[in-house]
């Protein structure tokens, strides 16, 4: 097993120090519409490495001159995307461009990591770096297991005081418990703790990482946020896109282990967390693993729904089912839409549902987590017009449009006693600039300064799977457990309302 170096951490805002970056899946998706737009956004903040070099690996045959024309054109076809500096800074592009290469090979041979162990020790002597290396896992997962394998077996991730080796492996971590304490044992073989950066792109969002800033920055929320206060909270990611060209993927995976032990949990872990004793990666990652394994083993048959989209409509449009999709098997049993109830066993939480739905081909795109106050012990306006008093709420608004809102009750001017519901909305838009991202600067950047704090430790990426397994278990056993149809469009199946509704609450609407 690799033993942890230390290594110098250097300041957030600074230059990161020389390295090379290597990508293994270079002619991926992934690679075009995040990563190579992610570095350019670096390299235009001054923010990537002074001696840099990027060298792309994959298994088709082409030369450096066709993998940057390639990945040229992608990166003009999105350069008036938001996510991306409206007009290309040329001089800075073109400098990028020249420090990326590629190397053809196939990942299950060790002759691939030998000639990739010695073209980085060429880029290296001739731009005179001491050998820093992050390599990014960019491939189904898996091929995970096996590229560490190889490049442990070459020597590539051997660590000494002047060179760190890095390895950022994306998501999905495993699909079960077991695989996934599998796939950790795997890693470890040629790999230090330290040295895993898993991936969870959630974490790069400015409104998630905001979290921690609303409940521990201010001293206004922190006295509320526990049993005494909160009635239940709402954590929702609803997506409008179906399962796009993704359905060789998607198929095997479905919403469940797509989104829920990873990003999901990690909004739940970061809403139901204890403060952490400093921002130390492993003082934060700490406190989000305690409170996921807090959470209570669910009851799958009473606590979780499964749902899939059938035919729909939005906005007039007609949207197809998801067994109409191409590449879905017609009589899929895969679901695109989960639901499920959360309890957690300590003192802070004890009786206070969370619940959770991710979905896709829903009525609108939208992430929110909704913290729902109880009511006011006293109801002195009950002889007035107004007969119940709506508890108050607040919204962490995640995306798309970013910001919080705090909802409460106000007097409706007029003669006589009623109470209506107002809102004080933050908009992000409204106070700060927001600088074109793609989510992937701060964490490409993180891992090149060596802060792991917004990469998942192995730890929790088991107490998640674990929250996760008697659903999996439960709808692995033939047709035992119903699968809802929702129509596409729609805020999801009636199922999921049933599952609230049996508490007396509601979801809160999507549009
Ligand atoms: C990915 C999932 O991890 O997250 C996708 O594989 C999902 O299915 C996506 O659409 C959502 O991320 P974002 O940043 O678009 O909200």
Same mark, same amino acid.
């Given at each position: 097993?690799?033993?942890?170096?230390? *290594?110098?951490?250097?300041?957030?805002?600074?230059?990161?120090?020389?390295?090379?970056?290597?990508?293994?899946?270079?002619?991926?998706?992934?690679?075009?519409?995040?990563?190579?737009?992610?570095?350019?956004?670096?390299?235009?903040?001054?923010?990537?490495?002074?001696?840099?070099?990027?060298?792309?690996?994959?298994?088709?045959?082409?030369?450096?001159?066709?993998?940057?024309? =390639?990945?040229?054109?992608?990166?003009?076809?999105?350069?008036?995307?938001?996510?991306?500096?409206?007009?290309?800074?040329?001089?800075?592009?073109?400098?990028?461009?020249?420090?990326?290469?590629?190397?053809?090979?196939?990942?299950?041979?060790?002759?691939?990591?030998?000639?990739?162990?010695? #073209?980085?020790?060429?880029?290296?002597?001739?731009?005179? #770096?001491?050998?820093?290396?992050?390599?990014?896992?960019?491939?189904?997962?898996?091929?995970?297991?096996?590229?560490?394998?190889?490049?442990?077996?070459?020597?590539?991730?051997?660590?000494?005081?002047?060179?760190?080796?890095?390895?950022?492996?994306?998501?999905?971590?495993?699909?079960?418990?077991?695989?996934?304490?599998?796939?950790?044992?795997?890693?470890?073989?040629?790999?230090?703790?330290?040295?895993?950066?898993?991936?969870?792109?959630?974490? $790069?969002?400015?409104?998630?990482?905001?979290?921690?800033?609303?409940?521990?920055?201010?001293?206004?929320?922190?006295?509320?946020?526990?049993?005494?206060?909160?009635?239940?909270?709402?954590?929702?990611?609803?997506?409008?896109?179906?399962?796009?060209?993704?359905?060789?993927?998607?198929?095997?995976?479905?919403?469940?282990?797509?989104?829920?032990?990873?990003?999901?949990?990690?909004?739940?872990?970061?809403?139901?967390?204890?403060?952490?004793?400093?921002?130390?990666?492993?003082?934060?990652?700490?406190?989000?693993?305690?409170?996921?394994?807090?959470? *209570?083993?669910?009851?799958?048959?009473?606590?979780?729904?499964?749902?899939?989209?059938?035919?729909?409509?939005?906005?007039?449009?007609?949207?197809?089912?998801?067994?109409?999709?191409?590449?879905?098997?017609?009589?899929?049993?895969?679901?695109?839409?989960?639901?499920?109830?959360?309890?957690?066993?300590?003192?802070?939480?004890?009786?206070?549902?969370?619940?959770?739905?991710?979905?896709?081909?829903?009525?609108?795109?939208?992430?929110?987590?909704?913290?729902?106050? #109880?009511?006011?012990?006293?109801?002195?306006?009950?002889?007035?017009?107004?007969?119940?008093?709506?508890?108050?709420?607040?919204?962490?608004?995640?995306?798309?449009?970013?910001?919080?809102?705090?909802?409460?009750?106000?007097?409706?001017?007029?003669?006589?006693?009623?109470?209506?519901?107002?809102?004080?909305?933050?908009?992000? #838009?409204?106070?700060?600039?927001?600088?074109?991202?793609? $989510?992937?600067?701060?964490?490409?950047?993180?891992?090149?300064?060596?802060?792991?704090?917004?990469?998942?430790?192995?730890?929790?990426?088991?107490?998640?799977?674990?929250?996760?397994?008697?659903?999996?278990?439960?709808?692995?056993? $033939?047709?035992?457990?119903?699968?809802?149809?929702?129509?596409?469009?729609?805020?999801?199946? =009636?199922?999921?309302?049933?599952?609230?509704?049996?508490?007396?609450?509601?979801?809160?609407?999507?549009?």
């Amino acid at each position: 097993m690799a033993q942890d170096i230390e *290594h110098k951490t250097i300041a957030h805002g600074e230059r990161a120090p020389a390295c090379s970056m290597v990508i293994f899946g270079a002619g991926g998706d992934l690679t075009k519409r995040l990563l190579i737009p992610a570095l350019y956004n670096l390299a235009r903040t001054n923010l990537l490495p002074e001696k840099f070099s990027l060298v792309g690996v994959d298994r088709l045959d082409m030369s450096d001159e066709d993998f940057r024309a =390639q990945i040229d054109a992608a990166l003009r076809a999105f350069a008036n995307d938001k996510h991306y500096a409206q007009k290309l800074d040329e001089e800075r592009w073109t400098a990028l461009l020249s420090q990326i290469t590629y190397l053809s090979g196939d990942f299950a041979d060790l002759e691939t990591f030998t000639r990739l162990g010695a #073209k980085l020790d060429g880029i290296d002597k001739a731009q005179g #770096k001491s050998g820093n290396v992050l390599f990014y896992l960019a491939v189904a997962s898996r091929f995970f297991g096996p590229v560490v394998d190889q490049l442990g077996k070459a020597g590539l991730v051997t660590e000494t005081q002047d060179r760190w080796r890095r390895v950022v492996v994306e998501k999905p971590f495993g699909h079960d418990v077991e695989s996934a304490k599998a796939l950790n044992a795997q890693l470890r073989k040629s790999l230090s703790e330290q040295q895993i950066y898993r991936m969870d792109h959630f974490l $790069g969002k400015e409104t998630v990482q905001n979290i921690m800033m609303m409940r521990f920055a201010n001293t206004i929320f922190e006295p509320l946020w526990n049993r005494d206060h909160i009635d239940h909270i709402q954590i929702t990611v609803a997506e409008t896109v179906g399962v796009e060209r993704r359905a060789g993927f998607y198929e095997t995976t479905g919403a469940m282990r797509d989104m829920v032990p990873n990003h999901l949990f990690q909004l739940l872990a970061l809403t139901a967390m204890e403060p952490p004793a400093s921002l130390s990666a492993n003082a934060v990652r700490t406190e989000k693993t305690k409170v996921l394994t807090a959470v *209570h083993p669910m009851n799958a048959a009473t606590d979780s729904v499964r749902g899939q989209y059938g035919a729909g409509e939005r906005a007039g449009q007609p949207l197809k089912a998801y067994r109409d999709e191409e590449g879905v098997a017609p009589a899929s049993k895969t679901e695109t839409y989960v639901a499920m109830k959360l309890t957690i066993d300590n003192w802070r939480w004890a009786g206070v549902p969370f619940y959770l739905r991710t979905g896709k081909s829903m009525a609108l795109r939208n992430s929110e987590i909704l913290i729902q106050f #109880k009511r006011p012990p006293l109801s002195l306006f009950k002889d007035t017009a107004t007969e119940e008093l709506t508890p108050n709420s607040l919204l962490l608004k995640l995306q798309p449009d970013e910001g919080a809102a705090l909802s409460f009750g106000a007097k409706i001017p007029g003669p006589a006693i009623h109470i209506g519901q107002v809102h004080m909305d933050f908009h992000y #838009k409204d106070y700060f600039q927001n600088a074109p991202s793609t $989510g992937y600067e701060t964490l490409i950047y993180d891992c090149m300064i060596g802060d792991a704090t917004l990469f998942q430790r192995s730890d929790a990426v088991i107490a998640g799977w674990e929250i996760v397994q008697p659903m999996l278990d439960y709808w692995a056993d $033939g047709d035992k457990a119903p699968l809802a149809t929702y129509a596409a469009g729609s805020d999801g199946p =009636q199922e999921a309302d049933d599952l609230l509704g049996k508490e007396h609450r509601a979801w809160k609407k999507l549009v």
